[in-house]
């Protein structure tokens, strides 16, 4: 039956899914930065530049947009100005960089930098009681990001 | 109409001037005078032991139609609060039959500069005190009241009336007087601890980056010399405790109590950064 074969497939996505992220994942204290990169994806899956487009401009999720303009996202009201333009970020640094960056700028430039790391531990005192533990992008949205990230090219 | 000409005119004589912007938001180069009479000092040389060379107020950072709410009482949404804050100075509450009024009389002369001078020592609590504190403690030893919980009641209306008995004066606190300068130290500590998932202390946005604009905030140096203050956008007259825990929030951080040692510690330290800037309350921000 039709029905059935697709239950069944469903079921077996799901199980490969949920394998997928329980293997491949790497945890935020996990993740090695050397020599200025983070050489592998954090989800093990390649990034979506459409969603990291979105990831970047979502107040809730990145928020890069706050101290990052990028003529790219016009359509965007306010970008910030705390941090550098992003228009050819993508010629001036590899994939492996921009992922090191965004998972934890503090590692990358200066414990001073105002960029907040979004896939690290490393955070202020009293994090709120929901958010403790929690990095403020997922493995899959940092990916996304960098993927986004990679197509801004001059 | 008077001081409208004049803001407008320092305006296009100092746009020319100082044109070379690095970025958008620098602070404007204005002068706030309210009602075309009080001149106020909303720029100065810092004091001794401050990082940055100059203070400046909010004002400066708001865009033209909210400056011009401030300089003109008449516009200024938060004079509403400032006259609720009146006629409660002269309403009697409490066991003891007082109003503020009865032992202070005429505010305009007997709270003339007082809250320029607060947070204050007070040596019963052993802990600075805030004009918020120090009207609950009136209340709670001279009227018979009970204190106002953080916000609520009269407190916001009260406090922005007896800061403005000090409008134009300079901010002054007596770091000498009790452990002042210990809890100086405690929140000049605090200023510069980043907490919360983003990481962010008082100093990264308000000494790094004041001038520049967040996404749509125009950063300033955080000074608090206008508080309570209308913030614009919660339609609402605003206290310097609601404010640093909004600020705590926004870095995703659990916020401390209003009125904690915390608290106080900060507001002691940022008071002190703001020193000689002129008492703005109640000042009109976005």
């Known amino acids: ?154 | 109409m008077k001081k409208h000409y004049l803001v407008t005119a320092a305006a296009i004589a100092l746009a020319g001037a100082f044109s070379v912007a690095a970025h958008a938001g620098g602070p404007v180069d204005e002068q706030l005078v309210i009602d075309g009479e009080i001149e106020m000092t909303t720029r100065t040389e810092s004091v001794e032991g401050h990082p940055l060379d100059e203070v400046i107020s909010g004002w400066h950072y708001r865009t033209k139609e909210t400056r011009a709410l401030e300089a003109d009482t008449f516009e200024n949404p938060a004079m509403l609060y400032v006259e609720q804050g009146e006629e409660i100075w002269n309403t009697v509450e409490g066991t003891e039959g007082k109003s503020c009024a009865t032992c202070h009389g005429d505010a305009s002369e007997s709270m003339a500069g007082v809250g320029a001078h607060y947070p204050k020592w007070d040596a019963d609590a052993g802990r600075p005190i805030n004009v918020e504190l120090q009207i609950n403690k009136c209340r709670e030893e001279n009227m018979g009241a009970e204190p106002y919980a953080f916000d609520k009641g009269g407190q916001k209306p009260l406090t922005a009336f007896i800061k403005h008995q000090s409008l134009g004066e300079p901010v002054a606190m007596d770091l000498s007087e009790g452990e002042m300068q210990n809890w100086w130290e405690k929140g000049e500590e605090l200023y510069y601890t980043r907490t919360g998932q983003l990481n962010l202390s008082c100093a990264t946005c308000h000494e790094n980056y004041n001038g520049y604009y967040i996404r749509a905030d125009h950063l300033s140096q955080g000074n608090v010399n206008g508080f309570p203050t209308y913030r614009l956008k919660q339609a609402s007259l605003v206290s310097v405790h609601n404010r640093f825990r909004g600020c705590i929030r926004d870095t995703r951080a659990e916020m401390p109590a209003a009125f904690s040692d915390e608290l106080m510690a900060l507001e002691v330290y940022v008071t002190w950064r703001g020193s000689n800037l002129s008492v703005e309350t109640p000042a009109v921000r976005q």
């Open chain 1, 1 to 154: 039956m039709a029905f059935n074969t697709r239950t069944w497939l469903t079921a077996a996505a799901v199980v490969a899914a949920t394998t997928a992220v329980a293997y491949s994942e790497t945890a935020p204290g996990d993740v090695k930065i050397e020599d200025g990169v983070v050489s592998a994806s954090l989800s093990g899956q390649p990034g979506d530049a459409a969603a990291g487009r979105k990831t970047f401009a979502d107040r809730k999720l990145g928020n890069c947009l706050a101290c990052h303009a990028v003529s790219d996202q016009s359509e965007q009201l306010f970008h910030g100005e705390v941090g550098p333009e992003l228009d050819g970020v993508g010629d001036r640094w590899s994939p492996e960089e921009l992922r090191a960056i965004v998972v934890n700028s503090k590692a990358i430039f200066s414990d001073e930098t105002i960029m907040p790391g979004f896939y690290s531990l490393d955070v202020g005192i009293d994090v709120r009681k929901d958010l403790v533990g929690k990095t403020i992008l997922t493995a899959q949205q940092v990916e996304d990001v960098v993927a986004y990230l990679a197509t801004l090219k001059e």
